[in-house]
């Protein structure tokens, strides 16, 4: 996945503007479900309640989440930037599915907790994997967009606002019911929310037009897309007047 890729064909108009399209609708659902991070509340007291924890290590272990989630930002963006957003987004998905597949297990008793700092380690590959995604999809949106850059981001923090919101209240109706919450269902649920939903990104994800200029010479990452073919004007990252006139109409149309 993160071998090197030759430039590919011209892309037609068309082409281009659907491929941004595809972008944007699989930038918005990663986001949609990248704030898990912010769920502890949903699940934590019963978590706690299960496993025995004090305040204190309560406590600890929902604040990790926030610490994978911010301290990785920089490597993530530079990730980006040099691998490509779909790398990004597998990562995502693996990440999501093993640690909420793990604080699934843990709390139902099937596997072993050695010592409550394995939760912190769960909680803090949850925030790595929010921010991978979440990084995919502002990097992509950023780069297709560049005429439009507030407006098409605009749209990924929204949906990463809202995703708390929204996974909270179907934990509500559908893990919540009754007496007794259903929190390992809910986590597992989660765990193939994240799966899911990322794995899609890293298909839909893709950055159309030459990407970094520091990849002309030796070929583009997986999830940038070539839609000129490297001439002397673009291997210094630039576009034709031409080209970037075509660009910025289609990226108007969009949004």
């Known amino acids: 996945m993160s071998s090197l890729l030759s430039p590919q064909p011209v892309l037609s108009r068309s082409e281009r503007h659907w491929l941004r399209t595809i972008s944007m609708l699989g930038a918005c659902l990663a986001t949609a479900t990248s704030g898990t991070v912010y769920l502890y509340s949903t699940y934590g007291p019963a978590l706690a309640h299960q496993l025995h924890l004090t305040s204190t290590q309560s406590n600890v272990v929902a604040i ?7 301290l990785s930002g920089p490597f993530f963006g530079w ?11 597998a990562f995502a998905a693996i990440g999501s599915f093993v640690s909420f597949s793990a604080l699934a297990y843990t709390y139902s008793g099937a596997l072993e907790l050695p010592h409550w700092l394995f939760l912190a380690a769960y909680m803090v590959l949850v925030g790595l994997s929010a921010q991978s995604a979440n990084m995919a999809a502002v990097t992509t949106t950023t780069k297709n967009f560049k005429q439009n850059r507030g407006s098409a981001v605009s749209l990924c923090i929204a949906f990463f606002g809202l995703s708390p919101f929204v996974l909270s209240q179907l934990n509500t109706i559908f893990f919540a019911t009754g007496d007794q919450p259903d929190t390992f269902g809910f986590l597992r649920f989660l765990s193939f929310l ?17 990407g ?11 999830g940038f897309i070539v839609d000129y073919p490297p001439s002397e004007t673009s291997s210094s990252g630039l576009l034709s007047s031409e080209e970037s006139a075509t660009n910025v109409d289609e990226e108007r149309g969009l949004l």
């Open 212 to 222: 970094p200029s520091r990849h002309q010479r030796n070929g583009v990452p997986e």
């Open 64 to 70: 990790s989440a926030n610490y994978g989630l911010l």
């Open 194 to 210: 994240g799966l899911g939903t990322s794995a899609v990104a890293a298909t839909s994800l893709a950055v159309i037009g030459f």
């Open 79 to 89: 990730a980006a930037d040099t691998v490509g957003p779909r790398v990004l987004s």
